[in-house]
């Protein structure tokens, strides 16, 4: 039976060949929602046209803390119409691809104690 070894160098090379791929890749964003009327978080559920957990696929949050906590680097949180005490990113994404937070078109997202 004969054995075939890989030079490290060559796995080596192969490692970093696909480290610098992926780095080139795009990064893929999202559109997260923030919605005061909901009792709870809708984890892939939330429809944006009824604002209810169930019969949609987007992904809404009950406070403007879970929202922000589940954006990653080229989201957007768009806050619906309603009364929000403040906004604290724990991210603002990286130089690139930023966290964008902003009202739902149409809508008036009032932040307090900024």
Do not use: W
């Not at 709870?40 to 939330?46: E, F, K, L, Q």
């Not at 949609?56 to 806050?79: E, H, K, R």
Request: net charge negative.
């Amino acid at each position: 039976m004969t054995t075939c070894h890989r030079p490290a160098r060559a796995v080596t090379k192969t490692l970093l060949g696909l480290l610098v791929f992926c780095s080139s890749l795009p990064v893929l964003s999202a559109t997260l929602y923030v919605d005061a009327n909901l009792a709870s978080d809708c984890a892939g559920t939330y429809d944006p046209s009824s604002r209810t957990c169930g019969g949609g696929s987007s992904f809404g949050y009950a406070s403007v803390d879970a929202g922000l906590d589940a954006a990653g680097p080229g989201d957007t949180v768009l806050l619906r119409e309603g009364a929000y005490d403040q906004i604290a990113p724990s991210s603002s994404g990286t130089q690139g691809s930023p966290i964008t937070i902003a009202a739902h078109t149409g809508e008036r997202a009032v932040v307090e104690n900024i």
